[in-house]
């Protein structure tokens, strides 16, 4: 059975860290790509950063150079590091994925994210 579950959220005070891990079940993570979402209150859901097959990245402008999106291929592991946390970082988060065989990723909710976790929600304080 295909399972991402993600854990890590929580409440952090503006200027701080926190690290979301999806732990994948059912399938290898590191053959497909991978991308973490959030979703804030009456907002739409938006593409954070996301991790292709060969390792490339993509973040969207307003978390590029705080957030780190990496892979640890032992644990079939996909991690989200967010330092510099703002107020407008609050929101559930979402880990998804595809099995789609490609050397690309993509932020879009449309791109074809077949199997999401429940989401974990981070609050940041001002």
């Known amino acids: 059975q ?6 890590g959220g929580g409440l952090v005070q503006s200027g701080g860290s926190l690290t979301l891990t999806c732990i994948a079940s059912g399938f290898n993570l590191e053959l ?10 009456g907002k ?6 996301c ?4 390792d490339s ?8 150079g705080r957030f780190t ?9 996909v991690s989200l590091r967010m330092n510099d946390l703002k107020a407008e970082d609050t929101a ?6 595809r099995l789609l065989v490609t050397n690309v990723c993509d932020l879009s909710v449309e791109w074809g ?7 974990t929600q981070v609050t940041v304080a001002s």
Request: glycine letters at 6%; a positive charge.
């Open 2 to 7: 295909v399972q991402l579950v993600e854990s």
């Open 32 to 41: 497909y790509p991978v991308a973490w979402f959030r979703q804030a209150p």
């Open 44 to 49: 739409e859901r938006e593409g954070v950063a």
């Open 51 to 54: 991790l292709s097959r060969i």
């Open 57 to 64: 990245t993509k973040y969207v402008e307003s978390v590029d």
């Open 69 to 77: 999106i990496s892979r640890d291929k032992a644990k079939n592991t």
């Open 92 to 97: 559930v988060y979402y880990c998804a994925s």
């Open 113 to 119: 994210y077949s199997y999401w976790g429940q989401g």
